[in-house]
């Protein structure tokens, strides 16, 4: 089992930035799958970024076509926390924020923006960006 906890949401204007954490505790593995998703109210979930992990690899990173340049994801193996920086907010940024995670590398270019391929997930926070 695994367990996520995020926290660094919050309200922030436009052009602002936040950075997102996200603590894991239990077993993660050395190959292992980590996301942030967002879901707005009305809309579905969808994927901001991820990172896939194996012990040949330091980490490979994938985000949304609409964050990037903007949001950065990375990790500290040390403190198992996962975090997503994020500049240069928008109020089209206001979400809930979700971590995910799997503890496989599996087909991870396959999957790793798909929601129904991550076994665990955080209880979300929340990020809004005024206008």
């Known amino acids: 089992q695994v367990q996520l906890v995020e926290s660094g949401g919050g309200l922030v204007q436009a052009g602002g930035s936040l950075r997102l954490s996200c603590v894991a505790s239990?077993?993660?593995?050395?190959?292992?799958?980590m996301g942030w998703f967002r879901q707005a109210p009305g809309e579905e979930r969808e994927f901001v970024a991820a990172?896939?992990?194996?012990?040949?690899?330091?980490?490979?990173?994938n985000y949304a076509d609409s964050v990037k340049g903007r949001f950065t994801i990375s990790r500290d193996n040390a403190k198992s926390t996962l975090f997503l920086q994020m500049n240069s907010l928008k109020p089209e940024d206001t979400a809930v924020y979700f971590c995910?995670?799997?503890?496989?590398?599996?087909?991870?270019?396959?999957?790793?923006?798909?929601?129904?391929?991550?076994?665990?997930w955080g209880q979300g926070t929340q990020v809004t960006v005024s206008s």
């Open positions: 995910a995670a799997r503890p496989s590398f599996g087909d991870y270019y396959r999957d790793y923006a798909r929601p129904g391929k991550y076994d665990y």
């Open positions: 239990g077993r993660t593995g050395t190959s292992y799958a």
């Open positions: 990172v896939g992990v194996t012990r040949f690899t330091t980490g490979r990173t």
